[in-house]
């Protein structure tokens, strides 16, 4: 049963334009969430996240929406550079008072390749 | 400050073999968490650890085991491995179990043959 996924396998998008990655979860009791970006060989890093009590979070050119009637959020990057090009996850963990043994565990999408071209 | 290293990088084993990848982080985090990417299954968490001497299974403990004697060290133990354990595992620490940075290992990639 997958919690998290992201429906595109893959996103081509060219330099300067939008890219937008999107996330579905299907477990209300998640009420944090974090977008991962992964390049080849590497291990993935933290970009941005956003709580339940926000719909909007925005770090430099990413930002993150968040629709919870939907239990859908998105990851915008404005403008797309070539050097964005990687593996993007999003991750959902728990509320830390939402009972049972989750202790901060995050459960990860399927992952989106975003290919910016030049 | 190395971060989280893991070795080796690669392996190559055969069915019924048994081995230790082993993680280690340098930042005093308490939380460390051992993952595996397959292809189209994101990364799915297999064992975590809240602090020495605690740990706790993910959604994919079968087949692993894991020990946290010290802060600095996760080893992650495949006891008998088979085909499906083929895959690319990622060690992960943090501060604490609700921070958001997660720092990961660059990967050991496996092949159970």
């Known amino acids: 049963d997958q919690q998290v996924k992201q429906n595109s396998p893959s996103l081509s998008v060219q330099e300067g334009r939008i890219s937008i990655l999107n996330c579905d979860y299907t477990n209300s009791m998640f009420d944090y969430f974090l977008w991962y970006k992964k390049y080849p060989a590497e291990g993935p890093t933290f970009l941005i996240s956003?709580?339940?009590?926000?719909d909007k979070n925005e770090d430099g050119r990413f930002t993150v929406f968040l629709n919870k009637s939907a239990k859908h959020l998105s990851l915008h990057i404005v403008p797309s550079q070539p050097g964005d090009s990687a593996v993007y996850f999003c991750a959902a963990r728990r509320h830390p008072n939402a009972g049972g043994t989750s202790y901060g565990k995050l459960t990860f999408g399927q992952g989106t390749i975003l290919t910016v071209h030049p | 400050n190395a971060g989280v290293t893991q070795t080796p990088k690669f392996q190559v084993l055969k069915t019924g073999q048994s081995m230790t990848l082993q993680c280690a982080q340098d930042?005093?985090?308490?939380?460390m968490s051992w993952y595996r990417q397959d292809p189209g299954m994101g990364l799915r968490l297999i064992h975590y650890s809240v602090g020495a001497g605690i740990t706790d299974q993910g959604e994919v403990p079968n087949g692993y085991n894991v020990s946290r004697s010290t802060t600095e060290d996760f080893p992650l133990r495949l006891l008998s491995a088979a085909p499906s354990q083929t895959s690319v595992y990622f060690c992960?620490?943090?501060?604490?179990?609700?921070?958001?940075?997660?720092?990961f290992g660059p990967g050991t990639r496996l092949t159970v043959l």
């Open positions: 992960a620490s943090r501060p604490g179990a609700y921070t958001d940075t997660q720092y």
């Open positions: 956003i709580s339940s009590i926000k």
């Open positions: 930042m005093n985090h308490e939380y």
